[in-house]
């Protein structure tokens, strides 16, 4: 790939996941500056889309936003979720796949993950419909999918459960730019899905979303809704709430260079994955989280492992703070949405399984400013703690 652009920090400190720019991105910002498209709209924000959109593929559209986060909000306003709805989120994530019900005034259900996809349990997920059916009398009016650290959920299992109990699903794949399942990008398999450009995803708009959606249609109404929902008048007709969501047409620039890098790192990443693979192979205790099944290709975002305390005799947060002295970040994973104090009060249908995963996991460094040299001198740092050395 292209010249790394690394920091300029005294001590060079390795970071789980850096912006990393290809040099177009400035070309394209002084355009919209020479052409004064200094706007939440524009040629950048249109080529962006349509450069996402032939990513994609499979005949999808993308509405460019100013968030992930602002992505999600309107993906449940276009399903038609309204206050006092409940929606099935997947509890293992960050707390953006969640937020944005409670903007609207819905309330969560927290499903568990599975232990090989990390993801939500398909048959969790059905025994949550049925049972909400029964306590409310009333369905859920839409299902929260991710993919976690950009491993693909049980696509196939949960659209069929979406299609036999007609609820729609939101694909939050911000984590999975380039990720696939059964040769389709993630973002294209639910019935809308989401990506997020903020600075340490698998590209950057320096902050941005976007919203997959199949028809134009849809597109023109998410993009309605993201403007202020002005109706089609000469001056400024409101019948509706709409919101300030649009990406800009300078963060669209960024974007667009950004994506004639997007393969490269995408291929770094995997890359970064694959050496974690062979040279932590061995070390008793430590289990590198990798594809569950040949019909997925995770991006491998960040890769992660799991640490069993009673064979490495070191805890995953004692790992991480001695990491840490010798200048490496790493991160535990997502503490699920069920056990965070400001949804104690949401119902979950959960088994332990996220708990677990929280409770002995760690993300490493896997951003495309890691080196090689960089996966030797962790791998190596990680055997001297554990005593492998
Ligand atoms: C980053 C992220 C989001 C939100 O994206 P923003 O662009 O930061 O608002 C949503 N869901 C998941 C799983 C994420 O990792």
Redesign the pocket.
């Known amino acids: 790939m292209g010249e790394i652009i690394t920091t300029d920090l005294p001590e060079r400190r390795i970071f789980l996941c850096l912006a990393h720019m290809s040099g177009k991105e400035a070309e394209y910002i002084d355009n919209a500056f020479k052409t004064n498209w200094v706007t939440p709209l524009g040629p950048n924000v249109d080529g962006f889309e349509n450069d996402l959109a032939l990513f994609l593929g499979n005949n999808k559209k993308v509405a460019a936003l100013s968030?992930?986060?602002a992505a999600?909000h309107l993906g449940l306003l276009l399903l038609g979720v309204k206050a006092g709805d409940e929606v099935l989120c997947q509890s293992f994530?960050?707390c953006?796949?969640a937020n944005p019900v409670l903007y609207i005034g819905a309330n969560p259900v927290f499903i568990d993950s599975e232990d090989d996809s990390w993801n939500m349990s398909p048959i969790l997920l059905e025994q949550a419909i049925q049972n909400r059916i029964e306590v409310t009398g009333r369905k859920p009016k839409a299902i929260i999918v991710?993919h976690?650290y950009g491993m693909p959920a049980k696509m196939q299992e949960i659209m069929e459960i979406s299609e036999k109990y007609d609820i729609p699903v939101l694909e939050?794949a911000?984590?999975a730019l380039g990720s696939t399942y059964a040769g389709c990008e993630c973002g294209t398999l639910g019935t809308l899905g989401?990506l997020?450009?903020?600075g340490n995803?698998m590209i950057t708009t320096s902050?941005?979303?976007a919203l997959v959606v199949s028809t134009d249609e849809l597109k023109q109404k998410a993009l309605f809704y993201a403007t202020q929902a002005r109706e089609n008048y000469p001056y400024y007709q409101h019948e509706e709430i709409g919101y300030n969501y649009r990406l800009s047409n300078i963060s669209a620039g960024i974007g667009r260079g950004q994506m004639t890098i997007l393969n490269d790192h995408i291929a770094h990443h995997r890359h970064i994955h694959s050496l974690y693979q062979s040279l932590l192979h061995g070390i008793g205790g430590i289990t590198l989280k990798s594809n569950y099944d040949s019909i997925i290709n995770s991006n491998y975002w960040l890769s992660c492992i799991l640490i069993d305390e009673s064979i490495t005799g070191v805890s995953y947060e004692n790992l991480r703070l001695k990491l840490d002295e010798k200048n490496i970040e790493t991160r535990p994973l997502w503490k699920p949405m069920h056990l965070q104090p400001v949804y104690k009060n949401c119902p979950d249908y959960t088994d332990g399984t996220a708990e677990r995963l929280f409770n002995s996991g760690l993300c490493l460094p896997s951003g495309p400013c890691v080196t090689d040299n960089d996966v030797e001198f962790i791998v190596n740092q990680i055997k001297q703690i554990l005593n492998c050395l």
């Open positions: 968030s992930g986060t999600l994530t960050f953006a796949s991710v976690l939050d911000a984590e989401v997020s450009f903020n995803k902050g941005g979303g």
